[in-house]
Every structure is written in C-alpha cells, then in structure tokens.
C-alpha cells in the first residue's frame, strides 16, 4: 500500500494508521462529507426504525445462503478440496487492487472452483489509497479484472470496510467517488456484472444510510455488509438495544427505502477472533473466545441470519486462517470443532425451508422443513433440560446422535428431527 499504510500479513488487514497528524488533515479535508453523513443518519436512522414493522418479507434460498470466504492463495488444493466436503454452493474470494500480479492465479483458482459443482463466486474487491486518490488507475485495473474474469464471477463486491480509515477511505463521498467509477464501467463496458456496495463494517449504519441516500449516479445491485458482532460476545446480545437479528432488521429496512438498490443484502464477512492466536488474531485478546464459543456463536449467527429471511447470503471469514478460521494452517492442519459444526450445519440447512423461529425467556426454537421432514434447532441462554420425546430424533451441534433420556439445551444447539406431528407444547424441564 501507499505509505502511510501498511498490510499486516498476520490478521490479514491494513495495519493501525500511526500517522495522526495525516489522519488529521485528512479529516478535516473531508469535513463536509462527514457532516453530510451524520445529518442524514438524523433523519434517515429515525425514520427507518418506524418502518421496521412495515418491511417485506422474502424468501432465501438456503441452497445459496451459505457462502465460505477463502484465500486463494493459501492451501489452493487444500481449500478446493474442503469446499467440496463443505457442500456449499457460494464461494467469496478477495483481490487487493495493489497487488494486480495475483490475478492470473485467482482467475485459475474461480476456474477450479467452478469445475467442481460450478460454485457461485463472489469476488471483493479490496481498495488502497492509491487506488482512491487515482479513480483513472481505479478504472483502469478494474476494466482488467472485469475483462478477466467476465463470466466466471456471479458479483463484484466494490470496496470493503469503508468506514475504517486505515482501509483507505476517510469519507463516504470517497466511497460514492470509487463506487461511481466502477458503476460508470459497468455501463460502458460490462452491462451484465452485477456489482454489490458499500461494505461498511460493524453496527455503524450511519455510514450506510449516507451511501444509501444520495445524489450520486449510480445504482447496486445489492448492498454488501461486514456485519460484526464479536465485540459483544454471543450474536443474541445487545448493542444500544439491538441484537443481531434486529440490526438485520434496520439494515434491510434501509435498503427496501432506498431507490439506488434491489431489496437484496449480502453479509459478504463475519467472524470471530480466537484466544490465543496473536498476533494472528484480528483484534485484542479482549474480545477473543475460545474454540467451542467460536462454533456455537458461528452456528447460533448463521441461524439468526437464516430466521431472518432477509439476508440472501452469508459469507463467513474465512475457511483457513490462525486467528479466525474454522482451520489453524500454523505449524500443519488443524481442524477446529467449528469445521465439524459448519459442515454439519450446510448438511442438514443447504435445502431447508424456513418456517418460523420462536423465542421465549432466551430459549430459542428454529423450526424449517427438509425434504418434508421437520427440524426443530433448539439452543438457550440460560441452561436448561428437555425431555427426550419418543418422537424426537436428536443431534449434536456437530451431528452426534443424542439418545439422553433428557436433553441439555444450552449454548450449543441441537437438531432435533421430528418424527410425527408435533404436539401444541413440548415442556422443558
């Protein structure tokens, strides 16, 4: 990157901008963006929570909701080979625009990909300053890449985590900018890329609401989100009031205000970092949790997304990574317990039906249909038991038989099939 920045090959992210007297005069260059950005989340924040109620459902395919974000470069057979054991049917892939020389071999690893079940890719985009101080190179590497890959990516995600300034970007009217050139190239060259935006990071729809709601020129083709919660712990707990399922609410209800955009949402990368691996680890030891956490939370977000019905797919970051991944690539393979959950969990949802998700003192049913088999996902916040019904058939969060003649329901759901009707109410102990 573009002094002052710089990558941090460990956590797979920009480096912290030391530079405070750079971020300063930037800042303040971007002052009048900035003040744009916060007046219209006065207005546009407010309005949206009261149409919340108002906000039309849709119906996911579960087939594409579950999507794996991989390095390409890192362990290519290895990571070929373990989507294919995964089942899932959408792939997000990355390319720095500071490194263009990559892209001969991300074109042969989406080939690849594509040979093996002809997944649907995703490709982010990731931005340096030079690249947004430069909207003629912009365009010009972006033109090379839509040439490239033309008809081997399902969409282009433009830009990532624009709200954070060591990613490059010091105002939303930067993002507008980069985002314009890109959709601009779109329509003089490349009518059929579907292009998706804004990437913002975190529960900061601020951000969001300013790419949203402007008088830019362009329209996507879907709104891309870095929907973190990790800093809260479990996706069930709250931020200013919302939990994950109610941010994913308000975000969708923003977008179905919108006129620049498909009611269409993409959480294109979540995660969570894991204890013990720094400097691999993405942030602080703070806000790391062990193992078994990490696939409860990963199953437990996937499930709320999902009981949504409003978030098309779900990226999770990433398939191998020391610091967040569901495999440790450090000193040999490791597979994590999370490996086992996801697997088991595209296994079991890739073809679900949702039906509806009850909640009630913490204690959390999903209820879909499988190929008219009905499954019940059942997880609590407060530990509790359940009685084993002899028309249940029972599995662990990572597809062990259960034959208890009671159930420990708690952070790890279970999947209980339901072999008859199922009766008005099922007690827990």
């Known amino acids: 990157m573009k002094k002052p920045f710089a990558w941090d090959n460990y956590s797979d992210q920009p480096a912290l901008l030391k530079d405070k007297a750079y971020k300063k005069k930037m800042r303040k260059k971007e002052l009048f963006s900035l003040i744009k950005t916060y007046l219209l989340a006065l207005i546009i924040l407010p309005f949206s929570l009261v149409m919340m109620p108002f906000i039309k459902r849709k119906e996911i395919k579960s087939h594409e909701f579950f999507c794996m974000g991989v390095d390409f470069e890192r362990e290519p057979e290895l990571t070929l080979k373990l989507l294919d054991e995964l089942e899932i049917n959408r792939v ?6 500071w490194e263009m020389e990559s892209l001969p071999a991300l074109k042969e690893f989406i080939l690849a990909c594509g040979n093996n079940e002809n997944k649907k890719i995703t490709l982010k985009i990731m931005q340096d300053r030079e690249h947004v101080e430069d909207l003629q190179l912009l365009k010009k590497d972006l ?31 930067e993002y507008n900018k980069f985002y314009q050139t890109a959709y601009d190239l779109k329509l003089s060259h490349f009518p059929h890329a579907k292009l998706i935006g804004s990437g913002v990071i975190d529960f900061e729809y601020h951000f969001t609401a300013h790419t949203l709601f402007n008088f830019f020129k362009y329209k996507y083709d879907a709104i891309s989100s870095l929907l973190y919660v990790d800093r809260r712990g479990a996706p069930e707990h709250m931020q200013m009031g919302f939990a994950l399922s109610d941010k994913i609410a308000l975000l969708s209800t923003m977008v179905w205000l ?10 294109t990368e979540t995660n969570y970092p894991l204890s013990g691996t720094a400097p691999y680890a993405p942030t602080s030891e703070h806000e790391c949790i062990d193992e078994e956490s ?13 009981a949504s019905q409003q978030i098309d797919s779900l990226s999770w970051h990433q398939l191998i990574a020391r610091g967040y991944g569901l495999i440790d690539n450090i000193d040999g393979i490791t597979y994590r317990p999370a490996f086992k959950t996801y697997k088991y969990m595209t296994k079991t949802l890739k073809n679900a039906q ?12 999903l209820q879909c249909l499988v190929d008219e088999q009905l ?40 999947y209980i099939y339901i072999t008859k009707a199922v009766p008005k109410k099922v007690n827990c102990i």
């Open 258 to 267: 919108s006129r620049k955009t498909e009611h269409e949402l993409h959480i």
């Open 92 to 97: 997000l892939v990355r390319i720095k625009l």
């Open 143 to 173: 033109k090379t890449i839509f040439t490239t890959l033309d008809g081997h990516v399902d969409m282009y995600e433009i830009g990532s985590t624009i709200n954070r300034s060591k990613w490059g970007f010091f105002s939303v009217d």
């Open 294 to 306: 990490y696939a409860d939370f990963m199953l437990r977000y996937h499930l709320l997304a999902f």
């Open 354 to 365: 949702f039906l509806r998700l009850d909640i009630k003192r913490d204690y959390y049913i």
């Open 375 to 414: 499954i019940q996902i059942h997880w609590s916040l407060k530990p509790t038991t359940l009685k084993n019904e002899d028309f249940f058939n029972v599995y662990s969060r990572d597809g062990e038989h259960i034959n208890n003649e009671t159930l420990d329901i708690g952070s790890s759901p279970i």
